[in-house]
């Protein structure tokens, strides 16, 4: 048994993968946009075109909560810019959030755990809020982001495949943090894990020779 494990251990060694490398779309903006919160605005998001490096790890907005403790949700979606709707279902999710009625722009980040996307296709992320408010959200309407748009639903998440409003052509304060698939590595030190593998063999293979003796 033992000479078993020692032997998928090898292997394991062999089997070791590159770690991931970091991208990110960032917007810095200062101007406001408004008023989020169930009873008005519920749902605000950024659309954007994922990069080459896909898989997409943490977004972050920020947002003024005006001192209201705004329970919310995040989600992410395929996007279809013509429809200016979702297209399908929630890629991904984050549950029992809320801002904590701070009453100051702050920094929002939900992590989403590695969500593979399609280079090139169209994505919202947005925030649901599900209880009161009038937050504030840092938006800038000169639109400094090029390949999406501030989106929003005056409805809840029931109704998020209905058209959107148009996000009057600017762009949030936003940053979305990639990372590369895992995939085997090249540079995995062969020499040193071979000869690891291949004694492993060779003392399961005297240990079955002397039993048959």
């Not at 001192?67 to 989600?75: H, L, M, Q, S, W």
């Not at 000169?142 to 959107?164: H, K, M, P």
């Given at each position: 048994m033992t000479v078993l494990r020692f032997a998928a251990a090898a292997a394991a060694a062999l089997a070791t993968t590159a770690p991931a490398a970091a991208f990110t779309i960032s917007n810095?903006?200062?101007?406001?946009?408004?008023?989020?919160?169930?009873?008005?605005?519920?749902?605000?998001?950024?659309?954007?075109?994922?990069?080459?490096?896909?898989?997409?790890?943490?977004?972050?907005?920020?947002?003024d909560d005006g001192?209201?403790?705004?329970?919310?949700?995040?989600?992410l979606y395929a996007w279809d810019d013509a429809a200016r709707s979702v297209d399908g279902g929630p890629l991904g999710s984050v549950l029992g959030l809320s801002t904590g009625a701070l009453d100051v722009k702050?920094?929002?980040?939900?992590?989403?755990?590695?969500?593979?996307?399609?280079?090139?296709?169209?994505?919202?992320v947005f925030f649901e809020a599900l209880s009161?408010?009038?937050?504030?959200?840092?938006?800038?309407?000169?639109?400094?982001?090029?390949?999406?748009?501030?989106?929003?639903?005056?409805?809840?998440?029931?109704?998020?495949?209905?058209?959107?409003?148009?996000?009057?052509?600017?762009?949030?304060?936003?940053?979305?943090?990639?990372?590369?698939?895992?995939?085997?590595?090249?540079?995995?030190p062969v020499p040193a894990a071979l000869p690891l593998f291949a004694a492993a063999l060779g003392a399961f293979g005297l240990v079955r020779s002397r039993r048959r003796a």
């Open positions: 810095i903006e200062t101007s406001d946009v408004g008023l989020w919160g169930s009873g008005n605005v519920p749902i605000h998001g950024q659309t954007f075109e994922a990069p080459a490096v896909n898989v997409l790890d943490t977004a972050r907005f920020t947002i001192g209201d403790d705004i329970a919310f949700a995040a989600y702050t920094d929002y980040q939900v992590d989403f755990g590695g969500v593979p996307l399609t280079p090139g296709e169209d994505y919202v009161e408010g009038q937050a504030i959200w840092s938006y800038g309407p000169a639109g400094g982001y090029g390949d999406g748009a501030f989106r929003y639903l005056q409805a809840t998440l029931a109704d998020v495949g209905d058209e959107w409003g148009p996000g009057f052509d600017g762009d949030l304060d936003f940053t979305f943090a990639f990372s590369e698939p895992a995939a085997p590595s090249s540079d995995v």
